[in-house]
């Protein structure tokens, strides 16, 4: 079965530190979210992504923040300079879209920890 | 905003025995209300789920309700079992392809 998986599974940086988080989705997918979970708090929508740029993004993912398509099958979540409340497992999404299916996909997540 | 409220955040029932949880949502343009189950470590599965025009849906030992007038929604494990243990999030959408909000999660415990 089709799968959205994720790298790193765990990311330790200094704060103040660049990091990217890699997804690779389903690969007949045509949008794509990152959402974050701060430990044992509901998990937080960060951005859309479809066509190659944002479609909705939340108030958390501010300029520190950006999102890419480098790829037919990468999508990345950069953040620029890490602050200690960064720290929280990413969870990468994706969904076929409206004639496929609109049900979104979870990867395993990357927990990413900033000290 | 859009908010979405669960509860209880643990729940710990005897296996075999139902567990139910349930939530509200505060937009009334949802129209799509997906249920994902956690389990440590992983990401948030999606078991069953439920759009607007429907009031109950069910798959085995799990059913889900909606009651678009009072804007609540439920969902029921009958029979249940120690691999039902985790944390489950109910969450809701408003149009296809948006983002998904979660609730806060409750967290199933079965006792044998």
């Known amino acids: 079965e089709p799968e959205v998986t994720q790298t790193p599974s765990h990311q330790v940086t200094q704060m103040g530190q660049e990091v990217i988080l890699r997804c690779v989705p389903i690969?007949?997918?045509?949008?794509f979210y990152w959402y974050r979970q701060i430990l044992g708090q509901k998990v937080e929508f960060l951005v859309s992504f479809y066509n190659n740029e944002i479609s909705e993004k939340s108030e958390i993912f501010d300029d520190q923040f950006s999102v890419e398509r480098p790829d037919g099958s990468n999508f990345t979540l950069k953040i620029r300079s890490t602050k200690l409340e960064d720290s929280a497992m990413y969870f990468c999404?994706?969904?076929?879209?409206?004639?496929?299916?609109?049900?979104?996909?979870f990867g395993p997540g990357t927990r990413l920890t900033v000290l | 905003g859009e908010n979405v409220e669960q509860h209880p955040s643990t729940l710990s029932v005897q296996e075999g025995d139902s567990a139910v949880i349930k939530c509200t949502y505060s937009d009334s343009a949802s129209n799509y209300f997906p249920w994902y189950k956690q389990e440590l470590g992983k990401g948030p599965q999606l078991i069953i789920d439920i759009r607007s025009n429907v009031g109950e849906k069910k798959d085995q030992r799990i059913a889900v309700t909606l009651n678009k007038t009072a804007k609540h929604f439920s969902l029921h494990i009958t029979e249940t079992q120690p691999e039902d243990s985790a944390v489950y999030f109910c969450a809701a959408r408003y149009s296809s392809a948006s983002k998904i909000i979660f609730g806060s999660g409750t967290r199933l415990s079965i006792r044998p």
């Open positions: 999404a994706s969904s076929a879209g409206s004639y496929g299916g609109d049900e979104q996909f």
């Open positions: 690969s007949n997918h045509l949008y």
